[in-house]
């Protein structure tokens, strides 16, 4: 089995047991995203616990719950 044939058949056993599969490069993207999110939750300019941290986050997923309402799971 050459190496991008074990690429393949990891990416069809991911997408049979999870439903969805992410790239390596993209992961990395999304993992880049959460660490500025991250960083600006826990350095800003006034000090937030972080029972406020997730205050934050439950209220950008909310707005993100209301933008994309009625849309399918794959955004189209």
Do not use: H, W
Not at 29 to 56: G, H, P, Q
Not at 57 to 65: P, W
């Amino acid at each position: 089995m050459t190496p991008a044939e074990r690429v393949r058949a990891e990416k069809e056993r991911i997408i049979a047991e999870a439903g969805f599969y992410i790239p390596p490069y993209r992961l990395a993207n999304l993992m880049r995203a959460a660490a500025r999110i991250a960083d600006v939750l826990v350095k800003a300019d006034t000090n937030m616990s972080y029972d406020e941290c997730k205050i934050v986050l439950g209220l950008v997923l909310a707005t993100i719950s209301a933008v994309t309402e009625g849309e399918d799971e794959d955004g189209d």
